[in-house]
């Protein structure tokens, strides 16, 4: 029996697998004290996205990033490991890096000297005689987050210190991962070039959003519409494939709350006047990885959400992480994946192929971020208290990818993580049913 | 080049003017004819903005093929995030020509374009770096790039207006 204390967030959903009804109550977006213990007990009890190794050229160099809301020095130090350090001085809390990227040979604390070298050891206080023999240089270094695994270049923190390990953790999406980074010819690197923006609303709402085939026809139209017919591509077919309803239009849930759709891929409108640039492609990777698997590569589209803010979408080729500020403010960072040594003409497509529909310019993201912002609007109508996810729920057979069984996966570890005790409903869509016939 | 030399600072000012004017009052016809055929319309990443666009990704890499699609996707009705369209204002001052050479007139100017929507205001702060050529009296975009001084777009999340 758990005791109910005003940390409780009991009943904010409703999840009855008999009427098929599944409902958030829509203070989750907007109450001050749901963030202020997301950010306990959902941030610091998970994996957190950092960077990519790639990102970090050569000895000293460092990216400056706030992860789970905390200024971090992501570092590749002068021994060539990857470290991720708080940019919080020990002393008196000033920050020690200077610049949000760049080369260092150490961090400088400005406000009283104290120097630290890339390994985050403090290596020079000046005027030592005023703590005579009682300092602990090596009690002194800059922190780091008790842990920091990695899985194919990508590096991630945790604040558990017992937490799982990053695979058990990332548990059967690795696969999917791995198809992501290995889509193209050399090595999966992150192009230069960050995008960073924000969104006026709960950042829940993008966790539902990034997954959200649904949402595909209406709210961008006039992408796969009208963007996609002034390319020569025909936009019947994307049409249908993000209406499907098919067998092979599949959703799957994993442990630890993450979930991925997983569809037939419509042609990629970028390459309509060029598809020779893709077969040259195919035929590389099929040298390399046969041809089964790069069916999966490059005539699926997966949208693989990481549990929980982390997101990968294969058609765009993108990496994507955000954290709430405020219950109504988020702010996102988004990474494009190209091959190490693409040639100059697929990585002009690829770039062109993600610009056009993601970002701040593109022509879907600020749709999204509009109807988002819309929502978070919309939820001060507090009479309207619950939000509707039940879609599939109801669906002989179980819940396709065009469906809300993504958001329900997610939604129900967060709810077991806001609730310590708790044991979700299992739900299982049709394709997860199928294999377990 | 005498045609070249022959446009001053406050040609081109008129130019940038009178193109900010029917940005503002969404004259975007107008406007599309103030490029050239083989024209880009770019916006470099805000964290490393002397990045080439054939190896970084721009926030805009546009040739006239999708910035006509841009401006088509307006008068849609299905552009949501600016159905009905956001009010916009554009300041641009600190004209200069930096060059003249055979690939046209370099150009740089200050600019801060203001969106309003929702009872909120986003200020957009950067600098052009524009190329213009003489074209049949006047003159006509080689290259729009605009060049963000923001470090992050936020709070102003959306470039759903040309800037």
Not at chain 1, 164 to 184: A, C, E, K, N
Not at chain 2, 36 to 57: Q, T
């Amino acid at each position: 029996m758990q005791t109910r204390s005003k940390d409780s967030f009991d009943g904010l959903i409703v999840d009855d697998m008999e009427r098929g009804v599944f409902r958030v109550n829509r203070r989750v977006f907007t109450d001050p004290a749901i963030l202020e213990a997301e950010k306990r007990q959902v941030f610091d009890n998970c994996w957190l996205y950092v960077g990519h190794e790639s990102e970090l050229a050569g000895a000293g160099a460092f990216i400056k990033r706030k992860v789970g809301g905390r200024p971090v020095i992501f570092v590749r130090d002068d021994q060539d490991t990857v470290r991720v350090l708080f940019d919080v001085c020990p002393h008196r809390g000033n920050s020690v890096c200077r610049g949000t990227r760049g080369t260092a040979q150490r961090f400088l604390c400005f406000y009283h000297g104290w120097a630290f070298n890339t390994r985050g050891d403090l290596i020079n206080v000046p005027d030592q005689e005023g703590y005579g023999d009682k300092l602990c240089r090596s009690d002194l270094g800059l922190g780091s987050p008790p842990r920091l695994e990695s899985y194919r270049g990508l590096v991630f923190m945790s604040m558990k210190a017992d937490m799982m390990s990053l695979g058990d953790y990332l548990g059967d999406t690795r696969p999917y991962i791995d198809d992501m980074m290995d889509m193209t010819d050399s090595e999966g690197v992150i192009a230069p070039g960050q995008q960073s923006y924000s969104m006026r609303a709960n950042w829940k709402l993008l966790l539902e959003n990034s997954a959200d085939l649904y949402h595909g026809p209406f709210t961008h139209q006039r992408f796969f519409q009208d963007y996609v017919s002034t390319l020569g591509a025909d936009p019947a077919t994307w049409q249908k494939t993000l209406r499907a309803g098919a067998e092979d239009n599949r959703v799957l849930a994993f442990a630890n709350g993450h979930a991925v759709i997983d569809t037939p891929a419509g042609p990629l409108p970028m390459f309509a006047d060029r598809p020779e640039i893709l077969d040259e492609l195919r035929e590389k990777l099929t040298q390399k990885h046969g041809a089964e698997r790069v069916a999966r590569m490059m005539d699926r589209s997966r949208n693989l959400l990481i549990f929980p803010n982390l997101v990968m979408i294969s058609a765009w080729r993108t990496i994507r992480t955000f954290y709430p500020v405020a219950p109504d403010y988020m702010e996102v960072d988004a990474w494009a994946i190209v091959g190490r040594d693409d040639s100059p003409e697929l990585r002009e497509k690829r770039f062109g192929n993600f610009i056009s529909f993601l970002g701040p310019a593109g022509f879907g993201t600020p749709d999204d971020v509009e109807a988002l912002e819309n929502c978070q609007r919309g939820f001060a109508a507090r009479e309207l208290a619950w939000t509707d996810l039940s879609k599939g729920m109801g669906r002989e057979g179980g819940a396709l990818a065009n469906d809300e069984f993504q958001m329900r996966t997610v939604w129900r570890r967060w709810y077991s993580l806001m609730n310590p005790g708790f044991v979700p409903s299992v739900e299982k869509s049709r394709i997860m049913a199928a294999s377990a016939d | 080049m005498s045609t070249m030399d022959s446009f001053t600072r406050q040609d081109v000012e008129d130019f940038l003017f009178a193109e900010a004017a029917l940005l503002d009052e969404f004259r975007f016809d107008e406007w599309l004819h103030l490029f050239r055929d083989d024209a880009h319309y770019l916006i470099p990443p805000l964290d490393v903005r002397e990045a080439s666009p054939s190896d970084s990704l721009y926030l805009v890499m546009d040739d006239m093929s999708r910035l006509r699609s841009r401006v088509q996707q307006y008068r849609g009705r299905a552009m949501w995030v600016e159905n009905p369209p956001s009010r916009t204002r554009r300041l641009i001052t600190n004209t200069r020509i930096l060059s003249r050479g055979d690939e046209g007139l370099r150009v740089s100017a200050n600019f801060v374009v203001y969106r309003m929507r929702h009872e909120l205001v986003d200020p957009y702060i950067g600098r052009y770096e524009h190329v213009l050529v003489p074209h049949e009296g006047g003159l006509l975009f080689r290259e729009r790039k605009a060049v963000l001084d923001l470090e992050a777009l936020r709070p102003a999340a959306k470039i759903s207006i040309i800037l």
